[in-house]
């Protein structure tokens, strides 16, 4: 499986999309963009289970 490995003190924000079940097989996915403090992007494409892993260790950082 892959994972996603950066920074969170570093990322600025957040956006995602849930993507069509149709172009997805039925999984449910999303498509991530982290935008960093540096200027980068990342766009992922990411399951619903690693969506929501990503979503909970970014709330505890920013303490929510």
């Not at 069509?20 to 289970?49: A, C, I, P, W």
């Amino acid at each position: 499986m892959n994972q996603i490995c950066l920074d969170l003190e570093e990322v600025e924000t957040i956006e995602w999309k849930q993507l069509d079940e149709d172009e997805t097989l039925g999984n449910k996915m999303y498509t991530l963009r982290v935008h960093m403090r540096s200027g980068k992007m990342f766009t992922r494409q990411v399951y619903e289970t690693q969506f929501e892993e990503l979503k909970e260790q970014y709330k505890e950082l920013i303490g929510e």
